[in-house]
């Protein structure tokens, strides 16, 4: 049986067979030898503008970014140099053909496109050269994952005017015009004023005015305490102290039961009650000086402070016996506003500011604004018997 199969099969067919198809096999292998040789290596470019520089990135096979060249020639144009050759032979592998492909697609030899705006590129085979206008030098990166050549060129920069030297704003003390200055501290002794959760009129407005007239010193103001310490005070022991020696300007201080400060002068020219005052004061421009600056506090109170600032026209004792210029100041209440170091100093900044600004012969419009919440029952309602 064995020896009639073996009879039926040709020796001579059946070599003749395997050699057809071990030649086709060895010319399937070359072909695919052929086709990865001949496919062009990508090297894929994309730019991007900074505020001083340009960067190109070149994304590519590893071995080709290890022996890549990048310079800056004489001409200012950048010459990338892939060494394709010398880089295949160290790699062990033929030398690829290179394809630069931009966004714009594939850029054949000895062709330009604009990468971006004033960005050209030209490929040369296995090279390409970038010209940009202004181009002074140029950094190199070479990273991996993925392979990539990083070119930044850093533009010539345009020399900077020398900045003139910073003058220091004058401090807010030194704008202000008066030299002497009155500070009255409400109440005072068994007169609490209002009191509050975590205060009493008295005690907050004497630490107030005391800061209050320290700052002034400090800028060579000659700042008086009409009270220094918890003492019982009336109004014509306060009158006395004010006019016994005439400062420039009187400021009072008092706690206002919100948080919207109130600021009281006496009244103006406009008023049918002028003529009494104008005769108690003897000096209607006094008036106006201490109309013009409690309507800029007020102003910058609204500015700085963010709340609503009452200006209040009223015949106080205080203010209309004193023989200068004399505000009535109700300080936002502590319960309801924050006094902290930033609180405490963005309202005396306010008061300062309003004190220089209020004497100018521009005077700001005082704000509107509703009038304060009714006083509490253990405050003075008497605003002419204020202490």
């Known amino acids: 049986m064995k020896s009639s199969i073996i009879a039926i099969v040709n020796p001579k067919r059946f070599f003749t067979s395997a050699a057809v ?115 002074e030098d140029i950094k190199v990166s070479k990273l991996q994952s993925p392979p990539r050549i990083v070119i930044d060129a850093l533009f010539i920069s345009a020399p900077k005017e020398a900045a003139a030297p910073a003058v220091p704003p004058r401090p807010l003390t030194d704008q202000i015009s008066f030299k002497h200055i009155v500070i009255d501290a409400g109440h005072g002794g068994y007169d609490y004023g209002i009191r509050g959760a975590h205060f009493a009129e008295k005690d907050f407005v004497l630490l107030f005015a005391r800061d209050f007239a320290s700052l002034l010193a400090k800028s060579g103001k000659e700042a008086l305490l009409t009270r220094k310490s918890d003492q019982i005070m009336n109004l014509a022991e306060r009158i006395e102290a004010v006019n016994k020696k005439p400062p420039d300007l009187v400021i009072s201080f008092h706690v206002a039961s919100t948080k919207v400060p109130v600021l009281y002068t ?27 600056i409690a309507d800029s506090i007020a102003v910058n109170m609204v500015k700085d402070l963010s709340v609503k600032a ?28 924050t006094y902290d170091k930033k609180g405490r100093d963005r309202l005396m900044s306010s008061i ?36």
Do not use: Y
């Open 310 to 337: 009452v200006r209040e026209i009223l015949p106080l004792s205080l203010l209309t016996k004193s023989k200068v210029p004399a505000i009535l100041i109700e300080l936002p209440n502590p319960d309801e506003f």
């Open 352 to 387: 300062l500011k309003g004190i220089a600004a209020g004497v100018k012969e521009e005077k700001p419009a005082a704000p509107t604004a509703p009038k304060p919440e009714a006083r509490p029952l253990n405050k003075a309602t008497d605003k002419g018997e204020k202490m």
């Open 266 to 292: 006496i009244p103006g020219k406009t008023d049918s009650s002028l003529e009494l005052s104008s005769e108690r004061n003897g000096d209607l421009k006094k008036m106006e000086i201490a109309t013009g």
């Open 21 to 135: 198809c071990m030649l086709s096999f060895l010319s399937l292998g070359a072909f695919v030898s052929w086709a990865q040789e001949t496919t062009p290596t990508p090297v894929k470019i994309r730019a991007a503008r900074h505020q001083d520089s340009v960067r190109v990135v070149f994304t590519t096979e590893d071995f080709l970014v290890k022996n890549v060249s990048v310079i800056l020639t004489k001409n200012k144009t950048i010459r990338i140099d892939l060494h394709s050759a010398a880089a295949a032979a160290a790699a062990g592998r033929e030398k690829p053909a290179i394809s630069f492909e931009t966004e714009m697609g594939q850029l054949k030899s000895d062709t330009s496109v604009e990468l971006i705006k004033s960005v050209t590129l030209t490929a040369k085979g296995d090279s390409c050269i970038i010209t940009i206008p202004n181009v």
